[in-house]
């Protein structure tokens, strides 16, 4: 398999209609080679109010997070994947320093009436990689 996640972040926080997102994310998102059976792909993107984020910490510097499913056929996906959420309530946008998206799971269809399997980047089961082929996950960094 070969897998290529990279992002590019587009944040509306700060002039936004009324029903529009406070945090929008574009990432491009290659899959390729990946089992038949693989049926969707999650994105997750989230921001935060920290930079370093541990423990207990991390429940308060979360501002918001959000994540988009893809459909995946004839085991590959190759285009752009819209993260769009707002701050969790409570929270200011404008707080937010650091973002990060992911990779955070692939699923399978399921078959018999048997619910299907996910697999998780870096777990036991995720799907080995197609050698010489590069793995990148998840991306993150700096809003200001």
Known sequence: MRLMFLAAV???AFAAPALASDFT???PLALHNLPADISHANIECSVSASTT???????G????????QVDISGGSYDGDVTVAFNANLYQDPHQAVFWGCQLQQLDTVPTGGLTG???Y?????FIP????A???TSVSGQLR
């Open 134 to 136: 590069t793995e990148v």
């Open 121 to 125: 980047p870096g777990g036991a089961h």
């Open 25 to 27: 994310f574009t990432v």
């Open 61 to 68: 510097a979360m501002i918001g997070s959000g994540s988009t």
């Open 10 to 12: 587009t944040l509306s």
């Open 129 to 132: 990689l197609t050698p010489g």
């Open 53 to 59: 984020i541990s423990g207990h910490e991390a429940a």
């Open 117 to 119: 399997m996910a697999y």
